[in-house]
Each structure stands twice: as C-alpha cells, then as structure tokens.
C-alpha cells in the first residue's frame, strides 16, 4: 500500500455563525462546532484511504476562545498519523471577527476515524509520511495520544505503553 503524505488529506472548510448556531450570549454553540469539525475531519479521513470512514472517538478538544455571532470559521484539518485501520485527524480553528477581519484561532482537536469495508468491517489504511516540522511533531505525539487513550479506556496495560513512560516516570540520572 503506498504512504501518502498529511497534506494529501488537507480539508478546509468555512462557515458563518448564525443566530440559530449560537446560544444566549451569542456565542457559538459547542455542538455546532464539534459538528463542522466531524465533517471536515471525515472529509479528511476519507481522503487518506479512500475509503467510508467512521468516527472512532474525539480524544481532544480545546475551546480557547468564545466564538461570536456573525465571525467566520474556518476549519483546517489532515491526517496527523495513520496506524492499521485507524487514523488520527488533527484539527485547526481559526476565528476571522466580520467586522474587523482580525484572524486568531480558536480550537484545535483531535479525532479518530476507522476506514471499514462494505460490511463495517475495519480495513487496512495507508502509512504517513510526516514533512513539515509541526506535521512530524504531531505524528509523533499521535502515538502518546493513542496509547494513553487506550490507557483510560482499560484497553491497555500500563506496561504496554512504553511512549507513555517519560510522562509518568521521574528521568533517570
């Protein structure tokens, strides 16, 4: 199966916040947001593999900032790793204020998508090959980010997990 690199599975979407998309202080809702973000990451996903893609779990996200009635959102997401049948999306937010044009982000998440077949049957997924500088950090944290959810989950001992060691274990001098 050939590696594909992050940026072969670059998704960007933009939307506008309504007033049906926000709450009573006219920000955002949470659950709109996690929804675009769902998106742009299958979207993401999907074009790794080429395959229909499930959402596995959202192991992360951030809500750094209030988003406001009337802002534009832009959502940037790609492949961050690739494991067996599961791949990692990471995800960007960035907020741009209508009336001022001023751009910062907003978020960022993480979310896990499985490729199945047509039966919902997991499949194999191809390999990344991280390039960038931030894209081999990410790549690299993914596995941190995997185990440790797997940790939490019960699925994995403790032992199993040896990326995980230096965060739990005093260095040794």
């Keep these: 199966m050939k590696t594909k690199t992050p940026k072969e ?48 779990s959202v192991n992360h996200v951030s809500f750094e900032r209030a988003i406001k009635l009337g802002d534009y959102v832009t959502i ?14 990471f995800i960007d937010v960035f907020l741009e204020e209508s009336n001022t044009g001023k751009k910062v982000k907003s978020n960022d998440a993480t979310y896990v998508f499985v490729a199945v077949d047509q039966l919902g049957r997991p499949i194999e997924v191809p390999q990344i090959v991280p390039e960038s500088p931030e894209e081999k950090e990410r790549y690299d944290k993914a596995l941190r980010r995997k185990q440790l959810s797997l940790l939490l989950a019960g699925k994995l001992k403790p032992h199993e997990a040896p990326e995980l060691r230096e965060l739990f274990l005093e260095k040794e001098k």
Aim: with cysteine; hydrophobic share 45%; proline share 2%.
């Design 9 to 56: 599975s670059y998704t960007i979407s933009t939307e506008i916040v309504l007033p049906n998309d926000t709450n009573v202080l006219g920000n955002l809702m949470g659950g709109r947001l996690l929804h675009w973000m769902d998106i742009a990451a299958a979207i993401s996903a999907h074009r790794h593999c080429q395959r229909v893609v499930v959402t596995a």
């Design 76 to 89: 940037e997401a790609k492949v961050s790793r690739a494991f067996t049948t599961s791949m990692e999306v």
